[in-house]
């Protein structure tokens, strides 16, 4: 079955950098999205980021754009979300999803926590 | 653009139906049949139960349906069960921010 793991979250100082990894399984990885999401303590979710099969395509929120990048290798199944210039307000667990369909994720991996 | 808007909290019985909204806008909601929901329990990550307003994935049970009027979306869970309690997220594909999220609903079976 599909399988989603996240790696990479970690107390890090405000102007900070890090770079999450997410590795998927189960599905021809290359042909679909793949989406980056965040959930702050106790908040609500908030979409961050999604980037193409091929990816040459990346969106990403208003609010990361310039300091975020999202990356894939598709050789070895793995997507990368670079944080750069981190700010206190960017503390979350950090979701890696597929997107086998039309702007819903599914499934999500475990989360990792990035606390800035 | 801001969040979708959900009620913070809905309740139900076991075996009960109950049903809770999502209102956007017509840059959202209303322009698109990409409205989703998902399912998340306290300390698990979210689960996909519908999407594309009507659409559930495998293994997700018929008791979850979903419905779109205008700029709402519903979701109604059928025959409550316990399991049912947790927080459901509505979100949907807009013309400003990609994909929205509401800000959740507290569900709890009494």
């Known amino acids: 079955q599909v399988q989603v793991v996240e790696s990479g979250g970690r107390l890090v100082k405000p102007g900070g950098s890090l770079r999450l990894s997410c590795t998927a399984s189960?599905?021809?990885?290359?042909?679909?999205?793949m989406t980056w999401l965040r959930q702050a303590p106790g908040k609500g979710l908030e979409w961050v980021s999604k980037i193409s099969g091929p990816g040459d395509v990346s969106v990403y929120t208003d609010s990361v754009k310039g300091r975020f990048t999202i990356s894939r290798d598709n050789a070895r199944n793995l997507v990368y979300l670079q944080m750069n210039s981190l700010r206190v307000e960017d503390t979350a667990v950090y979701y890696c999803?597929?997107?086998?369909?039309?702007?819903?994720?599914?499934?999500w991996g475990h989360g990792t926590l990035v606390t800035v | 653009q801001t969040a979708l808007t959900q009620p913070p909290s809905a309740s139900g019985s076991p075996g009960q139906s109950v049903a809770i909204s999502c209102t956007g806008s017509s840059s959202d909601i209303g322009a698109y049949d990409y409205v989703s929901w998902y399912q998340q329990h306290p300390g698990q990550a979210p689960k996909l139960i519908l999407y594309e307003v009507t659409k559930r994935p495998s293994g997700v049970p018929d008791r979850f349906s979903g419905s779109k009027s205008g700029n709402t979306a519903s979701l109604t869970v059928s025959g409550l069960q316990a399991e049912d309690e947790a927080y459901y997220y509505c979100?949907?594909?807009?013309?400003?921010?990609?994909?929205?999220f509401g800000g959740g609903t507290k569900l709890t079976v009494l």
């Open positions: 999803a597929v997107d086998p369909y039309h702007y819903a994720s599914h499934p």
């Open positions: 189960g599905f021809t990885f290359s042909a679909l999205y």
């Open positions: 979100s949907s594909h807009g013309n400003i921010i990609n994909v929205i």
